[in-house]
């Protein structure tokens, strides 16, 4: 016998399960997906540099990076090469940051080239590898402009934007050291500072009588201060030597 199926029949049943109770039952909730469509290249960017503070550059891994933003690392992959691209990225996005937050001065560049090492230990050694790449370019790009507005002469102009900026990567690249060296051991700077004063204190006067006479100072000494304070030294021989080019001109 033919059986008759009606396409406006619902049956009352499916597998034993009245329907009712079947279409009433709860439905069981789905693990949350994973956001990859919105990952972006900012957006990682922004995680490893908080990695990258936390646990400096052997705390940054794909792995740490993707459990991070809950992503697998193909998706990570798509927007960046390898983790020496990634540092190199999020160095750039710092010392653009610090730009940007500072005064059109080269006073104010320095600056904020400091407090931005001081605050990310890591990107003294970050731009020390990206020699050539975009973070040091675009540092010694606004350096230069400062220098050309000085006034200083074209001959000079590599020698005095070459001296500012390794005194700026030297000098708070030493003092982000310093900081990362005094955390590992576990140390805060009076301590460490009180130390290395005494010890000063107790050398041989007739091999060491300048260092002795600085031990107190040094105790005392404020790095951000004396780190501008060398700032303004170049600048003074850098405005000296715009003078002088000047004088040299107006004389012909």
Same mark, same amino acid.
């Given at each position: 016998m033919a059986i008759v199926r009606e396409w406006n029949v619902i049956p009352s049943s499916w597998n034993g399960i009245p329907l009712v109770s079947r279409c009433?039952?709860?439905?069981?909730?789905?693990?949350?997906?994973? %956001?990859?469509?919105?990952?972006?290249? #900012? %957006? !990682? !960017?922004?995680?490893?540099?908080?990695?990258? #503070?936390?646990?400096?550059?052997?705390?940054?891994? @794909?792995?740490?990076?993707?459990?991070?933003?809950?992503?697998?690392?193909?998706? &990570?992959?798509?927007? &960046?090469?390898?983790?020496?691209?990634?540092?190199?990225?999020?160095?750039?996005?710092? !010392?653009?940051?610090?730009?940007?937050?500072?005064?059109?001065?080269?006073?104010?560049?320095?600056?904020?080239? @400091?407090?931005?090492? #001081?605050?990310?230990?890591? &990107?003294?050694?970050?731009?020390?590898?990206?020699?050539?790449?975009?973070?040091?370019?675009?540092? @010694?790009?606004?350096?230069g402009r400062h220098v050309q507005a000085l006034g200083v002469p074209k001959a000079g102009q590599w020698a005095a934007a070459s001296a500012l900026l390794h005194y700026v990567l030297g000098v708070g690249g030493q003092n982000a050291a310093n900081r990362l060296s005094a955390q590992e051991r576990e140390i805060d700077r009076e301590g460490f500072l009180g130390e290395v004063s005494i010890a000063w204190s107790e050398l041989d006067e007739a091999e060491y009588p300048f260092t002795r006479s600085m031990a107190e100072q040094l105790q005392q000494h404020d790095d951000r201060a004396d780190f501008l304070a060398g700032i303004d030294l170049i600048l003074g021989g850098i405005s000296g030597m715009a003078g002088t080019a000047a004088r040299k001109r107006s004389s012909r």
């Open positions: 009433g039952m709860p439905k069981k909730s789905r693990a949350p997906q994973r %956001r990859e469509d919105s990952l972006s290249r #900012d %957006r !990682i !960017i922004e995680t490893a540099i908080e990695l990258l #503070d936390s646990a400096g550059e052997g705390g940054l891994t @794909f792995r740490a990076l993707s459990e991070r933003l809950a992503t697998g690392p193909g998706a &990570i992959y798509w927007h &960046i090469a390898n983790k020496g691209d990634l540092v190199v990225a999020a160095c750039d996005a710092v !010392i653009a940051g610090a730009m940007q937050a500072q005064g059109d001065t080269l006073h104010g560049l320095a600056a904020g080239m @400091f407090d931005a090492m #001081d605050e990310h230990p890591w &990107i003294g050694s970050a731009l020390l590898q990206a020699a050539g790449q975009l973070p040091m370019v675009r540092l @010694f790009e606004r350096i």
